[in-house]
């Protein structure tokens, strides 16, 4: 089982709605958790940071983490075109000191006007 | 202004020559990462730095060389071991507060010709 996966996608939905996008890791430990956008040709941003139990609302973004079924997923509401990009789902599976970050490959979203 | 620097942004190498990559900040951060990322997939990490004069590998590894002689610079060297180089290379930090995370430069395009 990869560490981390996310639905390959890609993700198409129309401008206005909501885009739901997955991830689910293997390693139980894991601490913290994190959604990055790319755009095509640029580095990782970060939208989102999650560490407990729930639901986290950042504007038009949500991220949810469910630690006993290891899933963790990023909701955008009111989608733009603006959103259309690669979505990474990020974990942190080591604590103390020994901090890095497993990526899962991304989930292309597309935006329709 | 505070951030990463990579360099070159565009690097092309003859097969069986070495390669460095550069990368700087003036974020005063610790640790500092390089993951490679090839298309249409997610990121994988190749070295990771938590203090100067001390790196450790990470999945990716071989064929790859880095040093930690200052804290601001962590340079990748793509060796002429590493049979598929051609990738989009990103450098990262992190500044070790609980709750945050690694922060990315902008990328070096390395294409193998």
């Known amino acids: 089982q990869k560490e981390v996966e996310q639905n390959s996608g890609p993700l198409s939905v129309p401008e206005g709605a909501i885009a739901s996008l997955n991830c689910t890791y293997s390693d139980r430990v894991s601490q913290s958790f994190f959604w990055y956008r790319q755009y095509s040709g640029k580095s990782p941003e970060l939208i989102m940071s999650i560490y407990s139990n729930g639901d986290k609302e950042d504007g038009r973004f949500t991220a949810q983490l469910n630690k006993a079924s290891q899933y963790v997923s990023l909701l955008i509401r009111d989608s733009q075109p603006s959103d259309s990009a690669t979505y990474l789902c990020?974990?942190?599976?080591?604590?103390?000191?020994?901090?890095?970050?497993?990526f899962g490959k991304g989930t292309l979203l597309t935006v329709n006007p | 202004d505070g951030g990463i620097t990579q360099s070159p942004k565009y690097l092309f190498r003859k097969e069986g020559q070495n390669v460095t990559l550069s990368c700087e900040q003036n974020?005063?951060?610790?640790?500092m990462y390089w993951y490679r990322q090839d298309p249409g997939q997610g990121l994988r990490l190749i070295y990771y730095s938590q203090i100067v004069n001390d790196f450790q590998k990470g999945d990716i590894a071989e064929g790859y060389s880095v040093s930690r002689e200052k804290k601001e610079s962590f340079p990748l060297t793509v060796t002429s071991a590493q049979k598929n180089p051609t990738a989009f290379y990103l450098c990262a930090s992190f500044d070790g507060t609980p709750g945050n995370t690694i922060y990315f430069g902008e990328g070096s395009w390395l294409t193998v010709v």
């Open positions: 974020l005063n951060h610790d640790a």
């Open positions: 990020a974990v942190n599976r080591s604590g103390g000191s020994n901090y890095k970050l497993t």
